[in-house]
T-cell receptor, first 119, second 116 residues
Framework: SAVISQKPSRDICQRGTSLTIQCQVDSQVTMMFWYRQQPGQSLTLIATANQGSEATYESGFVIDKFPISRPNLTFSTLTVSNMSPEDSSIYLC????????????????FGPGTRLLVL | AQKITQTQPGMFVQEKEAVTLDCTYDTSDPSYGLFWYKQPSSGEMIFLIYQGSYDQQNATEGRYSLNFQKARKSANLVISASQLGDSAMYFCAMRGGNTGFQKLVFGTGTRLLVSP
């Protein structure tokens, strides 16, 4: 299993500012993901972070609002840009080792999350 | 499209008793994986147990077991001998298909409260 850490663990930010969340995995992984969990809700996939290329965003999420970097196989960042109170959520980084034909069997492991409150 | 349904928004159980958390799913893929995660109030998502669509036996991990009924498309989580530390949100999730990457789809979750 992969051990995933995130920084910061929580933050309180003013509207209009940006916050970058870092995600570090203790081993090389094929795929990394970013999720948002709004208060009292389930998890929603924001994007798949691709190493060496642009992230793949889900419907409703755009690069200008949530730019993502993945410079190598163990690290990724998510930036929440021009924040508003509606961005107050838990942001979770996730990773799995496999992809392709049998990737449905692969367990995704999650980081501890970043609790963001936007005032 | 794949869909996960958890019909129990909240469940209560006494310590040391067993509890079943319901999960039904819908997919047209013959190959899929079912996962259960626990989310304590701290917010982290903890992987509990996995069941593959071709697995002949129900998955077990310690006090967790998965009651997999493929024909009914259900994958209920059974927690035996509940402990106070089991109080948390529990999410059922599914990923299907063997034609490239498919994203993990989550249910709405069930909040479990274990009382002394």
């Amino acid at each position: 299993s992969a051990v995933i850490s995130q920084k910061p663990s929580r933050d309180i930010c003013q509207r209009g500012t940006s916050l970058t969340i870092q995600c570090q995995v203790d081993s090389q992984v094929t795929m990394m993901f970013w999720y948002r969990q709004q208060p009292g809700q389930s998890l929603t996939l924001i994007a798949t972070a691709n190493q060496g290329s642009e992230a793949t965003y889900e419907s409703g999420f755009v690069i200008d609002k949530f730019p993502i970097s993945r410079p190598n196989l163990t690290f990724s960042t998510l930036t929440v840009s021009n924040m508003s109170p509606e961005d107050s959520s838990i942001y979770l980084c996730s990773a799995q080792s496999g992809r392709g034909e049998f990737s449905y069997q692969e367990t995704q492991y999650f980081g501890p999350g970043t609790r963001l409150l936007v005032l | 499209a794949q869909k996960i349904t958890q019909t129990q928004p909240g469940m209560f159980v006494q310590e040391k008793e067993a509890v079943t958390l319901d999960c039904t799913y819908d997919t047209s893929d013959p190959s899929y994986g079912l996962f259960w995660y626990k989310q304590p109030s701290s917010g982290e998502m903890i992987f509990l147990i996995y069941q593959g669509s071709y697995d002949q036996q129900n998955a077990t991990e310690g006090r967790y077991s998965l009651n997999f009924q493929k024909a009914r498309k259900s994958a209920n989580l059974v927690i035996s001998a509940s402990q106070l530390g089991d109080s948390a949100m529990y999410f059922c999730a599914m990923r299907g298909g063997n034609t490239g990457f498919q994203k993990l789809v989550f249910g709405t979750g069930t909040r479990l409260l274990v009382s002394p």
